[in-house]
């Protein structure tokens, strides 16, 4: 079931929570909502859900949409609208067990819609399989790691058939071991069960790694939309580029349609205009590439300030000669190769540059 808002905007008191957000969610599709704290991505799941309604009137008059599939749910309650929930502290009842916390939903459903005991526990039975939980549904909540207990949040949510599950942080308690397990099981669940999905968080490495579509989101506003691809290599603004991951940021004078960075020319079409204006250029670390001798590419001549080869990228900090930190993300073997040291001078040039004129108006 695909989702469809339209002029959300919402206001607590004086403060806009959202403002003028559009969004299309995709049926099938698992969409994360990316941004820091305070962007408004838990409002806006909370409008989809129904727990919120949104302004009656954005502030341009126009009014708002919620549409599931074709149907316009504004009127329906949460019950209605037939979502699962999974939050960052998803009470699991405490003296219930596994089993009984995902039957649940399913015996307090009215007379009418009730299974009988024996599907009941045919979808139990299932769901604890889907979670990889069988065999733990005597066991009380306590008896279960965070991890395991998300899981059982999950199946919670999944044991009434929902037409859209919303996660809200739904493993940010959780260590960042266990968290990184989890988010590739989401991800393998996902695929299995192909059900709306929307996940809101403000990591962007969960984001890009499990999200169908990223929705990034700042100050109450939608920045920008697209496939953890798209929004990485094509940022749509500084602050996305800024977001998703390290990013070195260097200043030069941009004028028809040309600026520099070192000795070298980067054509920047997108900006013509004659006159001289400040740009920023952004660089990532693994974008760079350190040679011990001028190559001959057009580069920038550094010093080794420091290096770190601990994780699954070297990290190596420069400063330039105009005292500008410079990081750099090599392969472990690129690393090796070149066996840097603290106080040597290399030469980086990089190997994509983006480029961002503030403010800028055609
Ligand atoms: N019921 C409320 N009353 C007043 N202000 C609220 C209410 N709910 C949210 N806000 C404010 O709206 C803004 C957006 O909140 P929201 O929870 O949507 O952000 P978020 O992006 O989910 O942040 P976080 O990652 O910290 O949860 C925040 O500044 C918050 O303080």
Redesign the pocket.
Known sequence: MSIYLRNISKT??T?S?LRDVDLAIPSGKLTALL?P????????LRIIAGLETPDERTASGQTPKILFSEEDVQSRSVGERRVGFVFQHYALFRHMSVYENIAFGLRVKPRAERHTSTEIHHRVTRLLKLIQLEGFGSRLPSQLSGGQRQRVALARALAIEPKVLLLDEPFGALDAKVRKGLREWLRQLHSEIHLTSVL?T?DQEEALEVADQVVV?NQARIEQVGTPTEVFQHPASEFVMEFLGNVNVFQARLSSGQTKLGELTIDVPQYPHVQPRMANLYVRPHELEIARISNGKASLSAQVSRVNAAGAVARVGLRSGDGHDILVDLTPQKFQELNLLPGETVFVSPKKVRVFVPDYQI
Request: a positive charge; charged letters at 5%.
């Open positions: 607590f008191g403060y929570a941004g704290s305070g962007s408004g991505k838990t409002t806006l809101v403000h989101m």
